[in-house]
């Protein structure tokens, strides 16, 4: 089974092959990652202090690489907007090594970027929050009650086509498909929803597939270029680009997966290691926001949705706020995506919420991925992994191994508010 764009925690409340104890493993792990490296970290002010972050950074890195089967990490640090570290290890293929210019693809990252274009269309006074989606989407289920807001934080109770057993299997029967938006609707749907709108969370890509779809009607363009020019232009990201194909720009870290094994009956003791560096990730994403970027537009990215550069004070709180803190549960309707949000995760709109920490973190097609923001200290933190065979188990699954980087380096740069893990 494929595992989708969210934390190595969130798979574990999810997936039913994934055993809840490797998440937490994974997060106990990052603490231990950070408690060995180097003493807590001063602020770095000048190169001398800066260097000696850097080569504590790296020895976070190398000991996770060790410690996860990881065949490459791109890292990039930084604080109060000076580099602290970019670096590469690894490789992307076997004699070929890694680097900090390589393009990758980012997932759940654009999600970021819709629930941006979302809050400027609030702030021009074209929509608010609270407009049910009738008004685009007058077919589908609840639209007189789903709201726009609903869609952006996860709580509007439509089934995630991602989790069904059909579409699974027709992903994994052509990895390469590029999936349309009424084929994926059709998916969604094919299921009952999952519970009333606004009484629940549960994490379904099939919101923002229709939040991407809404948004392209309200700016009368298509999505992606309604995020060019009011989203990625503005942030100064000039590496982020949209396809509707596999097409990745050169140089491309490439990445490897096992987790078509048991789709494709292969027994567990039979190496299988597969490249899946082009397969169609359009799947996870609402049309045109299907994209690929570098580590530089990535940490950049962290820092712009962490101080809400392009939104008004009040839409930035309701995108980053832990308003959901405490509120839904686990029911059959909707397990194991549905459970309560709490410290350690918790949705805003488009963003996750751990601790003080506001991030996104996708994970597919044998990629991982974390960028990360910490507002008062000013710390950005990027980090993208591709793994080794030892790193899926015998039924292909594997965990975002850049969650417990992140977490070890967030804990090293802010000793006094580190990202928060699972208590043992």
């Known amino acids: 089974m494929k595992l989708r764009m969210k934390a190595a925690f969130v798979l574990a409340a999810r997936i039913p092959r994934r055993s809840v104890a490797l998440a937490v493993s994974l997060l106990l792990a990052a603490v231990s990652l950070a408690a060995c490296a180097v003493p807590a970290a001063k602020p770095a002010q000048a190169s001398s202090a800066q260097s000696a972050q850097a080569q504590a950074i790296a020895r976070i890195v190398r000991n996770a690489m060790k410690t996860y089967h990881l065949k490459a990490v791109i890292v990039e640090v930084s604080k109060g907007g000076q580099t602290v570290t970019k670096q590469a290890f690894g490789e992307s293929m076997n004699g070929v090594p890694a680097t900090t210019a390589m393009h990758f693809r980012n997932g759940a990252v654009a999600f970021e970027y819709l629930a941006t274009l979302l809050l400027e269309f609030v702030d021009e006074h074209k929509v608010a929050l609270n407009d049910t989606i009738q008004r685009w989407m007058p077919t589908l289920p609840e639209a007189g009650k789903v709201t726009l807001k609903m869609l952006a934080n996860q709580t509007s109770g439509y089934p995630d086509y991602e989790t069904d057993p059909a579409w699974e299997a027709a ?3 052509d990895p390469f498909h590029i999936w349309t938006f009424d084929e994926r609707l059709k998916y969604a749907f094919s299921r009952s ?8 969370w549960s994490y379904s890509h099939t919101n923002f597939m229709i939040l991407g779809q809404i948004l392209s009607e309200i700016g009368h363009q298509p999505l992606a270029t309604l995020l060019q020019e009011k989203v990625l232009g503005p942030m100064g990201l000039t590496s982020t680009t949209s396809t509707e194909t596999s097409d990745i720009p050169a140089p491309v870290l490439h990445s490897f ?3 078509r094994r048991l789709a494709l009956g292969i027994p567990s003791g039979t190496s299988f290691y597969e490249e899946a560096t082009f ?11 299907n994209e690929t970027t570098n580590i530089d537009d990535m940490t950049r990215t962290a820092v712009e949705v962490g101080t809400g550069t392009l939104l008004s004070r009040s839409s930035y709180h309701a995108m980053t706020d832990p308003n959901l803190l405490g509120f839904g549960h686990s029911e059959p309707s909707c397990a194991p995506s549905c459970f309560e949000q709490t410290n350690l995760y918790n949705f805003g709109l488009g963003v996750v919420r751990s601790g003080s920490w506001l991030l996104q ?4 097609s044998g990629e991982g991925a974390t960028e990360a923001y910490l507002p008062s200290q000013k710390i950005a933190i990027a980090v993208v992994v591709t793994f080794l065979p030892a790193a899926f188990d015998s039924q292909g699954n594997y965990s975002n191994s850049s969650d417990p980087i992140f977490r070890a380096i967030g804990a090293y740069m802010a000793p006094t508010d580190p990202p928060p893990a699972v208590p043992s």
């Open 257 to 259: 997966s096992s987790e």
């Open 279 to 289: 397969w169609n990730t359009q799947w996870g994403t609402p049309i045109g926001a």
């Open 171 to 173: 992903f994994n029967a």
């Open 361 to 364: 973190d996708p994970l597919l």
């Open 193 to 200: 929803v999952q519970f009333a709108p606004g009484t629940n």
